[in-house]
């Protein structure tokens, strides 16, 4: 028997009813039940509502009297825990990183005219004061909800703001996406058609900007509102804007909603997985329903994981033998040391070279938030490489996502290093 069955009718009505009277599900039948405002003016997954919302966020003179909270850690944000860095940022990161910096004259617009056919989602503009020094900055941000960008948005956006671009001016490009961290992670680059821009989630919105907002000496009201806005990014969405992009299941979610319904799938696992085995066989529902539904179940059933395994080669002798496709890189990295093949310049291409969206190598020091909550780095272990009396740390969790551009990136280095994936 498997999760998905039950061998009696009576063990399925002692589970329906225990069910029923989980603390745990009233409270989550509670959230859910309770529609957001956003949701209730039918707007909960259009952009412009969302821009609306972050523009009055990080406007410092609004009255949510977080004052420069949120943008300053919009700016943390960027300079910590981002798939790319511009020498604009570099050049602030240690200020942003120990607040040792003052913002003034800030504003922000949105629906931002370009040009004849283009408006910019959000433009944050101000002074950054350093060292009593001051620069102009501006954060440019692309917001796209449900749908892709269009027309190569960024790129008319990144060329508009370079042509006036001052000496000393800072420019920072944002492309803000729904997309999981854990898609996010392993992007090998940012899915706009301008490079130049940094993608960041709403999830990271949510994970280190309103929820530390939460923690500031805010009013009830504010409190509220937004506690609210992260409900509306949580909640289940089905239909499909006028694109024909669907609008997304869910934007966002916070740490206690997420920890809750983790607890919550693993009380009631057979229960959820028995009624979806209903549904997928029930002729009263409609096919496209049946099909989708069978399509997660497999997945589930399998545990969702590829189950393919890699062999890798030296010179055609194989070295490691069907390993699992998270080891590739620490496998690669003991390959080439042990073979004597790293030298100065092809260790410091490997350093530098993004083959996904993080480095395959990383000191403890260069390992961010999100990338120790991910599992990206076994940081609490020892290191798994010492290289010229400094000690690294190697990327695991290789996916579809990154791992033949991995591939493809230590073969241009390494002609003699081959990889068979095995079935």
């Known amino acids: 028997m498997n999760d998905s069955t039950y061998d009696s009718y009576e063990k399925i009505r002692t589970d329906i009813i225990k069910f029923n009277n989980d603390k745990m599900v009233q409270k989550l039948e509670k959230y859910y039940g309770t529609k957001s405002f956003l949701e209730i003016l039918g707007v909960s997954r259009k952009e412009l509502s969302h821009s609306k919302f972050l523009s009055w966020l990080f406007n410092p003179r609004e009255d949510h009297k977080l004052e420069e909270f949120a943008l300053k850690k919009l700016l943390e944000l960027i300079t910590i825990d981002l798939n790319g860095k511009n020498q604009d940022i570099k050049s602030i990161e240690k200020y942003i990183l120990t607040d040792s910096y003052e913002l ?56 508009f703001f370079e042509r006036d671009r001052k000496e000393n001016d800072i420019l920072i490009y944002l492309y803000l996406t729904s997309i999981s961290t854990l898609e996010l992670i392993e ?81 009631n696992k057979q229960l ?29 059933n399998s545990s969702g994981k590829d189950k393919s395994s890699i062999n890798i080669y030296y010179k055609s002798e194989i070295v490691f033998n069907k390993i699992l496709k998270s080891d590739i890189g620490l496998k690669t990295i003991n390959l080439l040391f042990d073979k004597n093949l790293l030298s100065d310049d ?18 403890l020091d260069e390992i961010t938030e999100t990338e120790k909550k991910y599992g990206k780095y076994k940081y609490e272990s020892n290191p798994e490489l010492t290289y010229k009396g400094e000690e690294y740390f190697v990327a695991r969790n290789w996916g579809i996502n990154n791992i033949g ?13 081959k990889y068979e994936i095995v079935e």
Request: proline share 2%; with cysteine.
């Open 104 to 159: 003034s004259n800030i504003l922000i617009e949105i629906e931002k005219a370009i040009n004849k056919d283009s408006r910019l989602d959000i433009l944050i503009q101000g002074e950054i004061i350093i060292e009593k020094k001051l620069r102009n900055f501006k954060i440019i941000i692309e917001n796209k909800v449900t749908s892709l960008e269009s027309k190569d948005q960024t790129q008319r956006y990144f060329d």
């Open 187 to 267: 992007l090998s680059e940012p899915e706009c058609k301008c490079k130049e821009f940094i993608q960041i989630n709403y999830q990271s919105i949510v994970d280190q900007i309103l929820e530390p907002a939460l923690d500031q000496n805010i009013n009830d009201k504010i409190n509220i509102i937004l506690r609210d806005y992260i409900r509306s990014l949580s909640q289940l969405s089905f239909s499909i804007d006028n694109n024909n992009y669907e609008e997304g299941l869910i934007m966002a979610i916070g740490n206690e909603e997420r920890e809750l319904l983790s607890k919550f799938w693993e009380s």
């Open 272 to 300: 959820i997985m028995a009624s979806l085995y209903a549904i997928s066989n029930d002729p009263t529902q409609e096919k496209d329903i049946r099909d989708d539904i069978n399509i997660e179940l497999k997945s589930i």
């Open 346 to 363: 092809n260790f410091e291409e490997i350093r530098t070279n993004k083959s996904s969206s993080f480095l395959l190598l990383k000191r």
């Open 405 to 417: 551009k991995f591939i493809n990136f230590i073969q241009s280095i390494f002609p003699d290093v």
